[in-house]
């Protein structure tokens, strides 16, 4: 439904985005992932036709998106990281005008509108003012906008920035009811959580690059065949580069005066990694045995947290 090839954006002396190439197919929750600043909102812009690319092309439903924009930005949803609706209209009228921008006839848009509004469960509340609605409910009218001409894509870019657990845990199975009716969906985040539960594969990026895509499984093992190791202790003085046994062994992920993660270099018997994780020249006080997570690979790729 959704294919990037090379994406390139430049902002005077700023690479922006670089190079991003991805697919999304219909009925796919397709993961971007990366901190603020990594080129994800940029992507978004290039992709809907706010920003035109430097280099690259985006191709929607099979065909070019400059070959016809007004035909692939109809098959496309977007939602923006800021809100965008008008507080001082109630929620269906909300999602009516931005129906009838879409292209739905007048009378389509009203019971287009009330079918939107069961399916996020704020029938009850349709036409109160939207500056009564709490942080979660815009969030979910946000949604709703782009929804209305029933897309077969659809771009959310950081839809739960700012809610709480519960508003965000709503939205996030109304989307997975959206793939699962075949919606192809490009979701930006920077929340591990969301994009370990949330989408089918995962796309890291930063500084403008995508480092990494692939499933959860397989974005694990690319830190570790087997399991982690978090190792508690002091760790000040230390140089494991100076240690062969360890170098050869283990590779260290990321390191402060108390706590190391480590990955084996190898498929080893975890119980065979921690006999020499305790033989080393510095005694620890603490191994815990880890799976990988996002945030692993990501301390991998790029050597830094994503909160960052």
């Given at each position: 439904m959704l294919q990037l090839n090379d994406l390139a954006k430049n902002f005077g002396g700023l690479r922006a985005v670089d190079g991003v190439s991805l697919k999304v197919s219909a009925g796919e929750t397709y993961g971007l992932l990366g901190p603020n600043g990594a080129g994800k909102t940029t992507t978004i812009s290039m992709i809907s036709g706010l920003l035109r690319p430097d280099q690259g092309s985006v191709v929607v439903d099979g065909q070019d998106f400059w070959g016809n924009p007004a035909r692939s930005q109809r098959l496309m949803g977007v939602v923006p990281q800021e809100v965008a609706l008008y507080d001082e209209l109630s929620g269906l009228d909300n999602l009516c005008f931005w129906g009838r921008l879409a292209g739905l006839?007048?009378?389509?848009?009203?019971?287009?509108?009330a079918e939107v509004l069961e399916a996020l469960s704020l029938a009850d509340r349709s036409r109160e003012p939207v500056r009564n609605y709490s942080g979660g409910m815009k969030r979910r009218i946000n949604i709703g906008c782009a929804l209305m001409h029933r897309p077969k894509l659809l771009l959310l870019d950081e839809p739960t920035v700012?809610?709480?657990?519960?508003?965000?845990?709503?939205?996030?199975?109304?989307?997975?009811?959206?793939?699962?009716?075949?919606?192809?969906?490009l979701y930006t985040t920077h929340y591990l959580e969301e994009a370990?539960?949330?989408?089918?594969?995962?796309?890291i990026i930063d500084n403008g690059r995508l480092l990494a895509e692939g499933t959860l499984a397989e974005l694990q093992a690319?830190?570790?065949?087997?399991?982690?190791?978090?190792?508690?202790?002091r760790f000040a003085d230390a140089r494991p580069e100076e240690w062969p046994a360890f170098s050869e062994r283990f590779t260290l992920i990321q390191h402060t005066p108390r706590q190391w993660l480590v990955a084996a270099r190898e498929d080893r018997d975890p119980?065979?990694?921690?006999?020499?994780?305790?033989?080393?020249?510095?005694?620890?006080?603490?191994?815990?045995?880890?799976?990988?997570?996002?945030?692993?690979?990501?301390?991998?790729?790029?050597?830094?947290?994503?909160?960052?």
């Open positions: 006839a007048r009378t389509e848009v009203k019971p287009r509108a700012g809610i709480d657990p519960q508003a965000r845990q709503n939205i996030l199975d109304f989307i997975r009811r959206l793939a699962r009716d075949g919606t192809a969906i370990e539960t949330l989408c089918d594969r995962v796309g690319r830190v570790s065949r087997t399991a982690l190791f978090l190792i508690e202790g119980a065979d990694c921690l006999r020499d994780l305790l033989e080393l020249p510095v005694r620890p006080d603490n191994v815990t045995l880890k799976r990988p997570s996002l945030n692993d690979v990501f301390l991998q790729l790029t050597g830094r947290e994503l909160r960052e």
